[in-house]
C-alpha cells in the first residue's frame, strides 16, 4: 500500500507546485498589465495606423523569446510560441486599435491625441477597450512563456490592427490577416478572444454557446433631389426631407417587419451631410449607417427591403436614392463543442458563480472572420467597477474599465492555452 501511496502523492505534490508557480506567474505580471494598458490608453492610434503601438508589443515578445512577424495586415503583430512538447496549435488575438472619440475622463493617462478623421478634427481614444486587450495578451504571453514545459503544442498571438475598420479605400482587420495567412504557418487548430466590457462587474465572465456578436454592415444612402432657394421649396425637391422620410422608413423595417421574437435587430444612422447655408435647399444628401443581425435570412430580407424603401420613398417624392453596402463583420459563432470544452476552465480559474450565460448582443466583431476558418470561443470579460451606478457605453467619451479585473483576463487565457493543448 505504502509503495502505492507515494507515487500518488509525488504527484499531488507535483501537480501543487505547478499551479502554484503558474499563479505566480500570473500574479507577477499584474503591474506590468496595467502600466501597459495606461500607456497605450495614453497614446492611442486608429486603424493601420497603429505603428507605436506595434512596435511595443513587438519588442516586449522578442524580448521573451517569442518568434515575431511584424507588418502582418498593415501594421499586426503575431508571436509564436514552441511548448516543449509537439502538439496542436491554439491561437490568442488582441485588436490594438482605437478610435476617433475625444476622451472627457479626468485621468491622469487620459488621452490628448488629436487627428483629422474624414475631414473633422477629433480626438483619439481607446473608447472600446483595445488598449485592455493588447495588454493582457502581452501579459499571457509572458506567463505562457515562463510555462513552455507545460504546453504541449505550439501559441500564436495575433495582435490585430484595425478591428473598428480600415480607413476608406483601404483593406485590414481580420479579415486581410486570414487573407494573408495569419493562420497557416504553423495552422491554427482553434481560436480564443476576449472582449472587456464596461458593463459586467470585475471578476466576472460572460459567454453565449453559438451565435454570440451580430453580423454588422455599412450602408451609405445616396439620396439626390435638385437644388433651389431655401424661400422657394415648390421650385426644387427637397432631399433634407427625403432622408427624414426614409429614416423613418427604414425604422418601419425594424419595428413592424422584423421578427424580434427570433433575433434582435439594428438599423442605426450614424451621420447625415448635406447642404452649405441656412438659405438654400441642397442637390443631394448622404446618410451613413448600420444595420446588425443575428439572422442570416433577417439579414437578407432587411437589406432588400432597405434598398426598395429607399428608392421608392425617394421617387415618390420627386428624388432619386442608392444604397452602398459593405459587409464588416459576419455572425461572432462560438463553436459549440469547444465552448464546451473550455467551460470548465473558466470556472476553474474564475469561480463557477462568476462565469456566466448571457443572450446574444448586436455589437459586431471582425474576430467572426476567424472563426468562418478555425473553431473559436470569444467572450466577455467585466471591467465594472462592482456597484457603480453608471457604466458608459463603450464608444463614447467616457467610456471607463476598472483595473482591476485584467489579472482575470490574463489566467482565463493562459489557462485556457494550456488546457487545451494539453487536452482537457
Not at 429607399?310 to 462560438?334: C, F, H, L, P, S
Not at 467610456?399 to 482565463?412: P, T
Request: charged share 25%; glycine share 10%.
Amino acid at each position: 500500500m505504502k509503495k502505492l501511496l507515494l507515487p500518488l502523492l509525488l504527484l499531488l505534490v507535483g501537480t501543487t507546485f505547478a499551479q502554484t508557480s503558474f499563479d505566480k506567474d500570473v500574479e507577477a505580471v499584474k503591474d506590468k498589465v496595467i502600466e501597459w494598458r495606461r500607456d497605450f490608453h495614453a497614446n492611442p492610434e486608429l486603424g493601420n495606423r497603429e505603428f507605436k503601438t506595434a512596435d511595443k508589443i513587438a519588442k516586449h515578445l522578442k524580448s521573451l523569446g517569442i518568434e515575431v512577424q511584424t507588418g502582418v495586415a498593415k501594421t499586426g503583430v503575431v508571436g509564436i510560441l514552441k511548448g516543449d512538447n509537439p502538439g496542436k496549435v491554439i491561437a490568442l488575438r488582441a485588436d490594438i486599435d482605437a478610435l476617433p472619440v475625444t476622451e472627457r475622463n479626468d485621468l491622469a493617462f487620459k488621452s490628448e491625441v488629436k487627428t483629422t478623421f474624414l475631414g473633422a478634427e477629433t480626438g483619439v481614444m481607446h473608447a472600446c477597450g483595445h488598449d485592455t486587450h493588447t495588454a493582457i495578451l502581452m501579459g499571457v504571453a509572458e506567463v505562457l512563456a515562463k510555462n513552455k514545459d507545460k504546453i504541449n503544442g505550439t501559441v500564436k498571438f495575433i495582435f490585430q490592427p484595425s478591428e473598428e475598420g480600415p480607413p476608406p479605400g483601404e483593406e485590414g482587420g481580420a479579415k486581410l490577416m486570414v487573407k494573408e495567412g495569419v493562420l497557416e504557418n504553423p495552422k491554427v487548430d482553434a481560436i480564443f478572444g476576449l472582449h472587456i466590457n464596461s458593463g459586467t462587474p470585475v471578476n466576472t465572465i460572460r459567454y453565449k454557446p453559438g451565435g454570440t456578436m451580430a453580423a454588422t454592415e455599412r450602408f451609405v444612402v445616396n439620396v439626390k433631389g435638385k437644388q433651389t432657394h431655401g424661400s422657394q421649396p415648390w421650385s426644387g425637391v427637397d432631399p433634407i426631407y427625403i432622408s427624414a422620410k426614409i429614416i423613418d422608413g427604414f425604422q418601419s423595417i425594424i419595428s413592424r417587419e422584423s421578427k424580434l421574437t427570433d433575433e434582435a435587430a439594428v438599423i442605426t444612422i450614424g451621420k447625415i451631410s448635406s447642404g452649405l447655408r441656412f438659405n438654400i435647399i441642397p442637390e443631394s444628401a448622404e446618410m451613413i449607417g448600420t444595420v446588425r443581425t443575428l439572422d442570416p435570412d433577417m439579414r437578407t430580407k432587411i437589406i432588400r427591403r432597405m434598398d426598395e424603401m429607399a428608392r421608392d420613398i425617394a421617387k415618390a417624392y420627386g428624388g432619386e436614392a442608392t444604397i452602398d453596402w459593405q459587409n464588416m463583420t459576419v455572425v461572432t459563432y462560438n463553436d459549440l463543442d469547444l465552448t464546451a470544452q473550455m467551460l470548465p476552465t473558466l470556472q476553474k480559474v474564475g469561480g463557477t458563480e462568476n462565469i456566466q450565460l448571457q443572450k446574444a448582443v448586436t455589437g459586431g466583431e471582425d474576430f467572426s472572420f476567424f472563426q468562418e476558418k478555425v473553431p473559436g470561443f470569444y467572450f466577455f470579460l467585466g471591467g465594472m467597477t462592482p456597484g457603480n451606478a453608471e457604466a458608459f457605453p463603450h464608444h463614447t467619451p467616457d467610456f471607463f474599465i476598472d483595473e482591476s479585473g485584467f489579472q482575470l483576463g490574463v489566467k482565463a487565457l493562459s489557462q485556457m492555452s494550456i488546457d487545451y493543448l494539453n487536452g482537457k
